[in-house]
Nanobody, 122 residues
């Protein structure tokens, strides 16, 4: 599975961005997908995950602001980010995990996209 993340950029606080993660090589329907982020000097953290069955979960820091979704026809997973805050600034990565369930540990994921940078100005 190859993952291609896109959609990052510079946005003012309160603004929105939509990240996309396009999968190729194998349908991701049997994988759980996660969006992670890593800010400078911090560990990579899971912000949103979706199981192969469509169950969704979010980190507390983004609940109510971020929405993960998937389009199986396009083999693409999205992360809609609203009400962005400066503390959301990070490089965002999508990842795929075989077995169908997402977990918070980045070490459990089999495939990674290249990352897309999100910068939120105050």
């Amino acid at each position: 599975v190859q993952l291609q993340a896109s959609g990052g950029g510079l946005v003012q606080a309160g603004g929105s961005l939509r990240l996309s993660c396009a999968a190729s090589g194998r349908a991701f329907s049997n994988y759980a997908m996660g969006w992670f982020r890593q800010a400078p000097g911090k560990e990579r953290e899971l912000v949103a995950g979706i199981t192969s069955g469509g169950s969704i979960g979010y980190a507390d820091s983004v609940k109510g602001r971020f929405t993960i979704s998937s389009d199986s026809a396009k083999n693409t997973v999205y992360l809609q980010m609203n009400s962005l805050k400066p503390e959301d600034t990070a490089v965002y990565y999508c990842a795929a995990r075989s077995g169908g369930y997402y977990v918070s540990s980045s070490y459990a994921y089999d495939y990674w996209g290249q990352g897309t940078r999100v910068t939120v100005s105050s």
